[in-house]
């Protein structure tokens, strides 16, 4: 297999940065929160370092503290660093919150169709039987895990069947890439574009799958997971720019490029173990520091984005400001570089 070159001072470097700037961040429990927290647990466990764990246990017990909101799809996002923490301290109270957000998506999380999870991002009725590729991050991946971890088949089987689902309604077959939401009352794909970090939230979850659930090659389920996952790769690499990156709506050269989707995309290369991919992976390596400002920002993040009505309301988001996923998903990068030689892939799946 071929190797990933790179310089682990300067990554183990700009990981630190990322960290002590994400520390600056004032984000409550919610997916911002979510996805931050999830690169720093990744983070520590590449490197080991406790700083990270420290910084990790201290912020989220002070959330814990100060209360928990109502659970929706996008709050479940926290549950991926408790698992962090439990797997670290043993701490039931971070098992309690993980069951708790579990029961939620079992039993009172709004769905539609063959038991599909609507995308939340509040109490309410946001999106009536929409269907977005963020939901496979905020709670279908965390649903597999938590299945893996406490060996509940019936949850494996939920969250893939979540997976097996969003690949039906969102992924075009024509092209490999994937659509930012789908429709279920108008059964359609709203505006239809090939958003980036809806990509990124489909590659990188889809990649984890393989990574974390043993013998997955026994589960049919997750045979149509690696179909769609080879497909979105396989095209998803010819849109790269020069920069080692990918654009905020992925065939559209007049849109920005965009690091968060970058990295997400990059990482699931790299978990993919497709030595064809190495090229791509190692523009990315380069593309994704250079967005590292010196005081740590992961910078050229797009802020918070709906399923937008047109093609300028995805072009037109800025980009300007610090952004949790940003910070989340560069360090989930950098830990999937750091830990490149000790993974071993799906066989010839």
Known sequence: MSEIHYDRERIEEAMDRILNRTKRMDMPWDWPCGVAYYGISEAYEATKKESYLKFLKERVDELIGLG???????????????????????????????????????????????????????????????CWADTLFMAAFFLLRVGVMTKDASLIDDALNQYYWHIQYL??????????????????????????????????????????LPECYLYPQYLEIVGSLNEQLSAIKFLQTGNGLWRTILNDEESYEEVSASAGIAAAMILKRNSL?????????????????????????????????????????????????????????????????????????
């Open 171 to 212: 992924q075009d077959e024509e092209t490999g890439l994937w659509y930012h939401g789908y429709n279920n009352i108008t059964k359609d794909h709203m505006s239809g574009f090939y958003w980036g970090r809806a990509n990124c939230w489909a590659a990188y979850t889809m990649s984890k799958a393989g990574v974390i």
């Open 68 to 130: 928990l909101p109502r659970w929706t799809v996008n709050t479940c996002a926290m549950g991926h660093c408790l698992i962090t923490l439990y797997e670290s301290t043993g701490e039931e109270k971070y098992m309690d919150i993980i069951k708790s957000k579990v029961e939620y998506l079992r039993k009172d999380a709004l769905r539609f169709g063959d038991n599909v999870l609507q995308h939340t991002v509040s109490a309410t009725n946001d999106f009536p039987e929409q």
């Open 277 to 349: 991919y190495i090229k791509y992976i190692k523009k990315s390596v380069d593309g994704i520091l250079d967005h590292v400002a010196s005081d740590g920002r992961v910078t050229d993040v797009s802020g918070g984005t709906a399923v937008m009505k047109d093609r300028d309301g995805y072009r037109n988001v800025s980009k300007k400001w610090i952004q949790g996923w940003g910070q989340g998903m560069a360090l989930t990068f950098f830990a999937a570089v750091l830990g490149y030689d000790g993974m071993s892939g799906d066989g010839a799946l």
